[in-house]
């Protein structure tokens, strides 16, 4: 079983920026590939980022490209997402996801499936003003 906690959502202006948290607990000295999705009222939840376990390989949704980051410290088991020139169409509740630690190694092409994942945070909402 991992626990996924994450923080760091609150209310921005547009063109502001966040640096949401995600930190992740389980089976002993694993450290876990880990990705980012969103969901706004009313939509599905979409990939955002994913990072591989040893932070060498990153993807991104298109949206997404040039304004947010996603690192890792290892150390401490916790991924963060750097988000900037952030935008309305940025709001969402943000969740952290984790594939199952035996699962298949991360590739541009399953980076941003659903169902690659299978744990899940509880969501840090973020909210962007116009």
């Known amino acids: 079983q991992v626990q996924l906690v994450e923080s760091g959502g609150g209310l921005v202006r547009g063109g502001g920026s966040l640096r949401l948290t995600c930190a992740a607990s389980g089976r002993a000295g694993t450290i876990y590939t880990m990705g980012w999705f969103r969901q706004a009222p009313g939509k599905e939840r979409e990939f955002v980022a994913a990072?591989?376990?040893?932070?060498?390989?990153?993807y991104y949704a298109d949206s997404v490209k040039g304004r947010f980051t996603i690192f890792r410290e290892n150390a401490k088991n916790t991924v963060y997402l750097q988000m900037n020139s952030l935008e309305p169409e940025d709001t969402g509740v943000y969740y952290c996801?984790?594939?199952?630690?035996?699962?298949?190694?991360?590739?541009?092409?399953?980076?941003?499936?659903?169902?690659?994942?299978?744990?899940w945070g509880q969501g840090t909402q973020v909210t962007v003003s116009s």
């Open positions: 990072i591989s376990w040893s932070g060498r390989d990153t």
């Open positions: 996801a984790v594939p199952h630690p035996d699962g298949p190694a991360l590739t541009p092409g399953i980076a941003g499936s659903l169902t690659l994942y299978e744990y």
